[in-house]
């Protein structure tokens, strides 16, 4: 009986042992080195001896500058190990990561149930994904680069809402950017910039991420929307957005360029506030106007004699004289003799040089022959000497007696 107990014993032991060696997680990494930004694969794999039930957890880890992303449905199988038949259920994660060198991914929970058997009792299971290494590595040249996209090919499009151009204070205009790429998914892709000048804000909308992934492919996409406020008039330029990402294909950095926008915008319309501050002066420009449009009649009549006092008509007749004199113009300059003589009152005479130059004139116009090539240098120099006398003749100091104000 000894023999017997001491047989079953060892044969639990060795079933036991068996049983450990067959770990419920495993973790595999195909390749363990990847650009930066590039998506590097890894498999989980859960084992259970009945079917699985239910959805399995993963509690993945928050890495800072680290994008971990579970790809998929998980697909079941079987294998046999130690004896025994498991049933496997792999899944498939992504992990895309913008720091360059050594990486240690920790351990992560993972929780999940199976039946005991393949009719027992559901079971649940608590248990550790294994740690893992691997290395990441910066493409040369793109050390000053920030965010940094690895994939083959990049196709980036853009559509306005309205279109750019002549636009009102406080305009808004929306900004829709699309990004395409192969082997990355939407959420690793790199944000729109939001540079902008003074004057315009922007607001970033919800990024929306609508990957298409089959078996570890991605065709990943990204879609935002960016909202500009203009609060500036004039002419606001929004800077050329560049993409950089790196082709591990071809390895060499690629970009693509969004080209700058313009827009003009008008003035703000003025506000309650402008209109207080302004109202006493449209108030007043508002009076003056009605009366100006009541007394139009007067106003022009004091507007043409304060032209007569500026400028009275014997200042007039002489200047046209003078003219007349200037072109050799006989008939001219006697019409204009006649005009300034008429000006000067009825008790005017002219003195010696200027009468005779007049008789000149009127001598060479009414003889019964005229002579021709009159020339009018004599007669101005003669009304230029006579205006220049009577105006010495004028006392700056004179002044006009006024009247007694009480008699």
């Known amino acids: 009986m000894k023999i017997l107990s001491w047989l079953l014993i060892a044969t639990l032991a060795l079933s ?38 239910g959805t399995a957890s993963f509690a993945l880890p928050n890495l800072p500058g680290v994008l971990v992303l579970k790809i998929g449905s998980p697909v079941v199988s079987s294998e046999a190990a130690e004896g025994r038949s498991w049933i496997v259920q792999t899944h498939e994660f992504a992990l895309f990561s913008q720091k360059a060198g050594p990486f ?31 290395e990441i590595r910066r493409p040369p040249g793109a050390e000053k680069l920030g965010f940094l ?65 089959e078996r570890g492919f991605f065709l990943g996409e990204r879609r935002e929307t960016l ?64 009366l100006a449009a009541w007394q139009r009649r007067r106003i022009a009549e004091w507007a043409r004699q304060g032209l007569k006092t500026l400028n009275p008509p014997d200042r007039v007749a002489a200047r046209r004289l003078l003219r007349a004199c200037g072109r050799n113009d006989a008939v001219a300059a006697e019409r204009a003799w006649m005009v300034w003589r008429n000006a000067q009152g009825a008790g ?16 060479r116009l009414f003889r019964p022959a005229p002579s021709r090539g009159w020339q009018g240098e004599a007669l101005a120099r003669a009304l230029r000497e006579h205006l220049d006398a009577a105006t010495d003749r004028r006392s700056p100091q004179e002044t006009v007696a006024l009247p007694p104000l009480n008699p």
């Open 16 to 53: 036991l042992e068996a049983r450990a060696e067959v770990a419920p997680v495993s973790v595999r990494v195909p390749k363990a080195e990847a650009w930066t930004g590039q998506g590097l694969f890894f498999f989980v794999e859960l084992r259970t001896e009945g079917p699985f039930a």
């Open 227 to 290: 909202t500009y406020l203009l609060q500036k008039p004039g002419t606001l330029t929004l800077p050329a957005l560049a993409f950089t990402w790196w082709n591990p294909k071809s390895e060499q950095l690629q970009s693509t360029t969004l080209p700058s926008v313009s827009f003009k915008v008008a003035g703000p319309p003025l506000s309650w506030a402008d209109i207080g501050n302004a109202w006493p002066w449209l108030s007043a420009l508002a009076i003056f106007g009605g």
């Open 348 to 363: 005017f005479e002219p003195d010696s040089g200027l009468a005779a130059a007049v008789l000149d004139l009127q001598a």
């Open 104 to 134: 240690d991914m920790p351990t992560f929970p993972v929780r999940f149930a199976s039946h005991e058997g393949y009719t027992g009792p559901v079971r649940e299971t608590q248990a550790e994904v294994p740690s893992w290494q691997a």
């Open 149 to 213: 996209v690895t994939t083959e090919s990049l196709d980036i499009t853009e559509t306005w809402e309205p279109q750019p151009g002549l636009a009102k204070f406080g305009a808004v205009f929306k900004r829709t950017i699309m990004q395409r790429a192969s082997g990355i998914p939407g959420m690793a892709l790199a944000p729109a910039p939001t540079a902008a000048p003074e004057g315009v804000r922007v607001y970033v909308g919800t990024v929306e991420t609508p990957d298409k992934s």
